[in-house]
């Protein structure tokens, strides 16, 4: 563990001691006689610096290391860390976020992982218990999970007053509260994994073929000739090159950033979307992912606060959707937790809506719930991806918001049904928002000077932290101020906690997948 959290360290000092000692013909240090001999030392020295920093931050590292201990209770995570300043974390499972065990590249290679905690409390409330053994990691997620899940089984009970047994989670051979606080390189569980079933998979194709149809790739594909034609022209021709670089001169950097900001971009979709799965248990939803940093995460029920669907221009062709989410608890990092499907065709994307809000999802494609339905549009979800102005019972944005929006104002529009808010958007690229009632956190009434001449208000919808971002805009400001009043009731009137139970009980009644069967069958 401490050399996996120095090895920046390492790296820094490997490379400063290849770029001066190592052979010329790597590509290393020069063998060249001329150079001073005080410069010789100055470069031995400052290694000599280098390493015994190097040393010290590693003995450093393996006293903190030695000195974390953490122990599980039936009520909580107990987290100590810390020589002079000694700090203690208390993470409680019935305040239970999501457990999941990530594989940085440099862990990943020696077989590692850490363990990240999210728990309900505000900002700097994850536990992080680095580094494990893989499969130690993963036995600590299962205990956690059971625990957790016996916890909230227990306090749903006692809220409802119900005399019943209540069902715990297993417990290993050993009572974690009677054992001594253990090292990060000990584990002591006998919990197994809950059985799961994978429900879709993105494959490496439609991975690459989606990112070859970006906007971005498109741009890259159309400059990538201009400027090697450039480059050739300007090594050719000297006053090629000098009235090059006094057009773009000042504009290098910008070039260069943008360049990098493409790339940038890219290879975090091609982390985000390598080898994704998504499977479903009993103890909430499995997501695996990641090419140079892998994550499975496991995000309990009842935690997914909204959903985005989005298509670009260029996947409509293939009708192709990605969905991101917002979970309650996550307070760093949303963009490696925000995915719930990269790319996928209609039906992954409603199926992967299913997944995270089955009752609602339901009712979404029930053709017989929808208020306006027609053969091209049988349903409200089917509306609101493709649909326009007040087709499937939404409520549009007047003409008069044409003036602010000419674009996508036929798009905007917003609908309630029993269980969520639905708002739409987008012309070019299509954006979906759902947002059940009872997750709605607070409402804001939005209306700029333009928008007061011309009779319009915006109604933003407060969600948790993350990349989801429900905002229904350019509404007339009857129906905005009808929208803020309605909402609120409705999220007041279904405001609940949705147990585990529950949520199992709706995904295996809705036929997404019997959870709690065995591993290795398809979704139906």
Do not use: C
């Amino acid at each position: 563990s401490p050399l996996l959290k120095a090895w920046p360290a390492v790296l820094g000092v490997g490379a400063f001691w290849f770029y001066t000692a190592g052979p010329s013909w790597l590509g290393g240090g020069e063998d060249n006689e001329e150079i001073p001999s005080f410069l010789r030392l100055s470069a031995i020295a400052l290694a000599g610096v280098a390493v015994l920093l190097m040393v010290i931050a590693a003995a450093v590292a393996y006293v903190q290391w030695r000195f974390a201990r953490y122990r599980i209770t039936d009520d909580a995570l107990e987290f100590h860390k810390g020589i002079v300043f000694r700090q203690q974390r208390h993470a409680r499972l019935d305040r239970l976020q999501a457990v999941d065990v990530v594989q940085p590249l440099v862990a990943r290679i020696f077989g590692f992982a850490k363990v990240s905690i999210e728990v309900a409390g505000g900002e700097d409330s994850s536990v992080q218990l680095e580094f494990l053994r893989l499969g130690d990691a993963e036995a600590l997620r299962n205990e956690i999970l059971a625990l957790a899940a016996g916890r909230r089984v227990a306090r749903q009970d006692a809220a409802s007053g119900t005399d019943a047994p209540v069902p715990v989670a297993p417990k290993p051979a050993l009572s974690p509260a009677d054992v001594n606080p253990l090292s990060l390189g000990e584990v002591r569980t006998e919990v197994e994994a809950e059985p799961e079933r994978e429900v879709y998979s993105v494959p490496l194709s439609r991975l690459a073929l989606s990112l070859l149809r970006s906007s971005g790739a498109i741009a890259a594909g159309l400059m990538a000739p201009v400027i090697v034609g450039l480059a050739v022209a300007a090594t050719r021709s000297n006053d090629v090159r000098e009235v090059l670089l006094s057009v773009i001169g000042g504009s290098v950097a910008g070039l260069v950033g943008a360049v990098g900001g493409v790339f940038a971009y890219t290879f975090s979709q091609v982390n985000k979307g390598f080898g994704f799965k998504a499977a479903v248990a009993g103890d909430g939803i499995r997501l695996r992912h990641g090419l140079f940093e892998t994550r499975r995460q496991t995000v309990p029920p009842g935690r997914v606060q909204a959903v985005r669907m989005r298509q670009t221009l260029l996947w409509r062709g293939k009708d192709w959707w990605a969905m991101t989410i917002n979970v309650a608890g996550y307070q760093q990092n949303q963009e490696a937790v925000s995915t719930l499907l990269p790319v996928g065709p209609r039906e992954e994307a409603e199926l992967a809506l299913r997944l995270v809000f089955p009752r609602i999802a339901h009712d979404l494609m029930d053709p017989d719930a929808a208020p306006a339905a027609s053969d091209d549009l049988p349903s409200v979800l089917a509306a609101a991806m493709e649909g326009t102005g007040e087709e499937g019972g939404f409520i549009a944005s007047p003409p008069s918001a044409r003036w602010l929006d000419p674009w996508q104002w036929r798009r905007r529009g917003v609908a309630a049904t029993e269980d969520a808010l639905i708002i739409r958007r987008g012309r070019i690229t299509r954006e979906v928002f759902v947002v059940p009632h009872e997750r709605t956190q607070s409402l804001k009434l939005e209306q700029g000077p333009l928008q007061r001449m011309l009779g319009l208000a915006s109604v933003v919808v407060h969600s948790t932290q993350g990349a989801v971002k429900p905002a229904a805009h350019h509404l007339a400001v009857a129906d905005a101020l009808r929208l803020l009043d309605e909402q609120a009731e409705r999220a007041r009137r279904r405001r609940k906690v949705q147990t585990p139970e529950q949520w199992a009980r709706e995904v295996e009644a809705l036929g997404i997948v019997a959870v709690g069967a065995e591993n290795g069958g398809d979704a139906s």
